[in-house]
């Protein structure tokens, strides 16, 4: 099994109505994608409660192989539901590991 772990750095400029829209979009869109990405085997989005830390969103996702995981960062559903942060994205960070 491979987890896929990523988190997202939202700009401290944006405006506040506009990241939690962004955020809460982008949570509402990749939930929605085991339907119709069958390689998903668990999904879960959650939003930084803690203003003090860095990081605005973490994804944890799990997948059967690095294969699947290439397949879902590259479906259509999934490179939409990137887009809804796009505007208010200032850095990623991503870990794929085995277990």
């Known amino acids: 099994m491979v987890k896929h772990i990523v988190l997202f750095k939202l700009k401290d400029e944006a405006p506040e109505a506009e990241k939690l829209e962004a955020m ?3 949570k509402k869109t ?3 994608l085991p339907a119709k990405i069958a390689v998903i085997r668990k ?3 959650g939003l930084n409660m803690n203003p003090g830390e860095t ?3 973490a994804l944890y996702s799990e997948f059967d192989s690095l ?3 290439k397949f879902y ?3 259509p559903d999934h490179v939409a539901a990137g887009k809804l942060l796009a505007a208010v994205k ?3 960070a991503c870990v794929d590991y085995e277990v």
């Open 24 to 26: 809460n979009s982008f």
């Open 30 to 32: 990749i939930e929605a």
């Open 43 to 45: 999904i879960e989005v």
């Open 55 to 57: 990081w605005s969103i």
């Open 67 to 69: 294969d699947d995981v």
């Open 73 to 75: 960062a590259t479906h």
């Open 90 to 92: 200032e850095n990623r």
